[in-house]
């Protein structure tokens, strides 16, 4: 289902200078899930789709993502979206048609609807005097609830003692830079608000720019503010990250930039792009030289080296043809005499050991055998041998006295 919904949205003006980009009325709208819950068909049983999840997607329509200066948060499936940002001096006069897409996670049902915003000038701006807090126990869609949100103008207020105060710009701190905090202890991610008065700024704000709270910054400790027992009940300021200028002292810079060539986009307007009577490009023949030229080149390549490897071999035979030939048989006899040598060594035999040897006896002219049999391994023998390592212990008769 579509539908639209009408929203007047104004926004200052500053001419030719404009010093902050996002300095303009900000812009809030809450999705809410019990506004889409009744686009969605009835359930069987009562009260379902009271906690289905429900998410939210946001853009211009025409386009895949929203303009620049309009940004989108939901922090879970059960609570409500909300689109927040500040548009510039340029964006006045052009209707935005916003797109909002409702997701039932539960059931995959959609819905659908249209947010029409018209950006209109007014007098009221501008307001040259701007201070941005960041405040450290907030989130973002937190600070944008309008109860909250003026609360902290009221406290600004209280301090300052403007004519005129207007928020200007709320940002996350996770847009600046900043880190997603722990989930613990209840921790916030923090927030940056803007906002601007018609009145220089006051003694208060002005003490985080002396010296000593100065100092104090630089050493990581929080400044002395007489007015942050004003906040503190409710906002914890980080005073060393406080902004304070002041845009009639502000100097615009124009830098020149060099005439662009061709086929470099305009910087202003929108990009058109070529029709379609232009001609579509062959790029057959590209691939076929692409590919040809490669692999032609592989392919000589490899016919060259086959021929060299295989064609231009000389063989044994011509090789012996071309060899003088003493020098072949200077070649066969050392071939010869390496074989002959290879095959003495495998049948050569060692001296036997004196141990080994027959022993003859003198005086009774008896031979005695040797120890070891004739298939003993000889090569493990040791040369010498003791008398308890015999095998056998062979007793030599002894010479008898005559008589």
């Not at 209840?186 to 010296?211: I, Q, W």
């Not at 100097?251 to 070529?274: A, C, H, K, Q, S």
């Not at 040809?292 to 080149?297: C, E, I, L, Q």
């Not at 071999?313 to 200077?330: C, D, F, Y």
Request: proline share 9%; net charge neutral; glycine share 6%.
């Amino acid at each position: 289902m579509c539908g639209a919904t009408a929203f007047t949205f104004t926004r200052t003006s500053h001419g030719d200078r404009n010093v902050y980009p996002s300095a303009g009325v900000l812009f809030v709208h809450v999705l809410e899930r019990e506004y889409f819950k009744g686009e969605f068909p009835p359930y069987p049983k009562s009260g379902d789709a009271g906690n289905d999840p429900i998410t939210f997607n946001t853009n211009l329509m025409g386009y895949p993502d929203r303009p620049g200066w309009l940004r989108y948060i939901q922090r879970t499936p059960h609570s409500d979206g909300v689109l927040y940002g500040s548009p510039t001096a340029e964006h006045v006069g052009k209707p935005t048609v916003i797109e909002i897409t409702a997701y039932n996670r539960r059931t995959f049902e959609t819905a659908r609807h249209n947010l029409v915003i018209n950006i209109m000038a007014t007098e009221e701006f501008p307001l040259p005097y701007q201070a941005e807090f960041y405040i450290k126990n907030m989130n973002v869609e937190e600070m944008l609830a309008s109860e909250v949100l003026g609360d902290f103008l009221g406290a600004v207020k209280n301090v300052w003692q403007p004519e005129r105060l207007n928020a200007i710009n709320i940002t996350s701190a996770l847009d600046r830079g900043g880190r997603v905090p722990l989930p613990i202890n209840n921790l916030k991610e923090g927030v940056y608000v803007m906002v601007g008065a018609d009145v220089p700024f006051s003694s208060c704000l002005r003490e985080v720019e002396t010296p000593h709270n100065q100092l104090r910054c630089s050493q990581e400790m929080e400044p002395v503010i007489s007015c942050d027992k004003k906040f503190r009940a409710q906002f914890h300021i980080d005073w060393c990250k406080i902004s304070l200028v002041d845009i009639n002292k502000v100097v615009p810079v124009y830098i020149t930039r060099p005439d662009p060539g061709t086929g470099i986009l305009p910087e202003f307007g929108e990009y058109n792009p070529p029709s379609e009577s232009l001609k579509s490009r062959d790029y057959f023949s590209d691939f076929l030289i692409t590919l040809a030229v490669p692999s032609a080149v592989a392919l000589v390549l490899f016919f060259i080296l086959g021929y060299t490897m295989c064609c231009r071999r000389e063989g044994v035979e011509k090789r012996n043809m071309q060899t003088p030939a003493i020098q072949l048989v200077h070649h066969s006899s050392i071939q010869k005499s390496t074989k002959e040598l290879r095959s003495m060594s495998k049948n050569r035999e060692i001296s036997w050991p004196l141990s080994t040897l027959p022993v003859f006896n003198p005086v009774s002219g008896e031979v005695v055998p040797p120890i070891h049999p004739d298939n003993y391994e000889t090569t493990s023998m040791p040369l010498m041998q003791t008398q308890t390592n015999l095998q056998n212990q062979i007793t030599i008769p002894q010479q008898r006295p005559s008589g």
